[in-house]
T-cell receptor, first 114, second 115 residues
């Protein structure tokens, strides 16, 4: 079955760049997503990338995809204290009959220190 | 446009009881998916409904069920509650549920505690 893995914890200083990594196993993954979860809240979609792309930039966020190695990363430039949260990568593969089923990683807790 | 809403936000039940959670998708969205989030198992897919039909189902026992109404609102039901059912239940909606770029937007979740 599908499996998505992330490192559990990342600590950075305010103003530095953060890089959160993710690996996945499903070779049929078509889209890969990054979601953010703050304490007591649901999931906020940050960005996504189609599997035929290598990179996508969206303001302070840069997503890099290495499809050969099944490796996804999220870079947050100029990290702020408000970026402290848990970040989940998720993939959606080919489903017979269409439909949605996101497979999530374990989540990376990002802590931004002053 | 209003986001995905879930009610209630918090629930406390005892073992053996049953519970019903509700989700109202973003206006115009026809696909509703449910996920369970626990510290031990992380985020796991429960099921997805589209046009009042269950289209996909995760690996959960039959105690977990759901339905979708003609206005796309969805409910999920858990019968004979167990302690392990304590979790944050998240609902997500998307326009057509075709996957991929049809992005899923999540509600704030319902926190269920089983005593």
């Amino acid at each position: 079955g599908e499996d998505v893995e992330q490192s559990l914890f990342l600590s950075v200083r305010e103003g530095d760049s953060s890089v959160i990594n993710c690996t996945y196993t499903d070779s049929s993954s078509t889209y890969l997503y990054w979601y953010k979860q703050e304490p007591g809240a649901g999931l906020q979609l940050l960005t996504y990338i189609f599997s035929n792309m290598d990179m996508k930039q969206d303001q302070r966020l840069t997503v890099l995809l290495n499809k050969k190695d099944k490796h996804l990363s999220l870079r947050i430039a100029d990290t702020q204290t408000g970026d402290s949260a848990i970040y989940f990568c998720a993939e959606i593969g080919g489903l017979t009959g269409g439909g949605n089923k996101l497979t999530f990683g374990t989540g990376t807790q990002l802590k931004v220190e002053l | 446009k209003a986001g995905v809403t879930q009610t209630p936000r918090y629930l406390i039940k005892t073992r053996g009881q049953q519970v019903t959670l509700s989700c109202s998708p973003i206006s115009g969205h026809r696909s509703v998916s449910w996920y369970q989030q626990t510290p031990g198992q992380g985020l796991q897919f429960l099921f997805e409904y589209f046009s009042e039909t269950q289209r996909n189902k995760g690996n959960f026992p039959g105690r977990f069920s759901g339905r979708q109404f003609s206005n796309s609102r969805s409910e999920m039901n858990v019968s004979t509650l167990e302690l392990g059912d304590s979790a944050l239940y998240l609902c997500a909606s998307s326009f057509s549920g075709t996957g991929g770029g049809d992005t899923q937007y999540f509600g704030p979740g319902t926190r269920l505690t089983v005593l």
